[in-house]
T-cell receptor, first 109, second 115 residues
Framework: GIQVEQSPPDLILQEGANSTLRCNFS?????LQWFHQNPWGQLINLFY???GTKQNGRLSATTVATERYSLLYISSSQTTDSGVYFC???????????FGDGTTLTVKP | DTEVTQTPKHLVMGMTNKKSLKCEQH?????MYWYKQKAKKPPELMFV???????INESVPSRFSPECPNSSLLNLHLHALQPEDSALYLC??????????????FGNGTRLTVT
């Protein structure tokens, strides 16, 4: 099956700092999503981004499908950004999404 | 507010009990999913229903039995579970896999403890 690798596994930031999270995948994909899981377990859909660039407030994401990676940018981080960020990809014709292991982000005040 | 609703939020059950987890969506999606998530791990796919038919079973033990009564509802029936089955169970919905523009939408999950 498709391999999904996220880096870094853990990230600690001071409030106000910027960060870049990476997701590498081993094969062609139909779609790619970024999620934020908060401490209560809620999985929040951040971006649906099989290719190209999208922005939503302080967050933006870029997927370069031909090079099999996606980046999530968080600017001016806030303590509420803490949690686990997952990348999930749907391998072409697989009919299902596979999650990476996630990046655990801690933003300190 | 989440558009995928799961009940109950928390469930404690003994190994001899029978219980059910419920999931409902009103987004017009025709695919629904059950995922299991252990602490500090990513969600793992269990089952996929597409157009109310089971399309993927990821070799899940038979003590977990899914049911899709209609396009809006998804149940997971639990029987004779083991303590290692304790986890967060997440329901999701989307347009059918491989459909253009089919992001997953998750419910808030049911936190299950098996004693």
């Amino acid at each position: 099956g498709i391999q999904v690798e996220q880096s870094p596994p853990d990230l600690i930031l001071q409030e106000g700092a910027n960060s870049t999270l990476r997701c590498n995948f081993s094969d062609s994909v139909n779609n790619l999503q970024w999620f934020h899981q908060n401490p209560w377990g809620q999985l929040i859909n951040l971006f649906y981004i099989p290719s190209g660039t999208k922005q939503n407030g302080r967050l933006s994401a870029t997927t370069v499908a031909t090079e099999r990676y996606s980046l999530l940018y968080i600017s001016s981080s806030q303590t509420t950004d803490s949690g686990v960020y997952f990348c999930a990809v749907e391998h072409t014709n697989a009919g299902k999404s596979t999650f990476g292991d996630g990046t655990t982000l801690t933003v300190k005040p | 507010d989440t558009e995928v609703t799961q009940t109950p939020k928390h469930l404690v059950m003994g190994m001899t009990n029978k219980k059910s987890l419920k999931c409902e969506q009103h987004m017009g999606h025709r695919a629904m999913y059950w995922y299991k998530q252990k602490a500090k791990k990513p969600p793992e796919l269990m089952f996929v229903y597409s157009y109310e038919k089971l399309s993927i079973n990821e070799s899940v033990p038979s003590r977990f039995s899914p049911e899709c009564p209609n396009s809006s509802l998804l149940n997971l029936h639990l029987h004779a579970l083991q303590p290692e089955d304790s986890a967060l169970y997440l329901c999701a919905s989307s347009q059918p896999p491989a459909y253009y523009n089919s992001p997953l939408h998750f419910g808030n999950g049911t936190r299950l403890t098996v004693t």
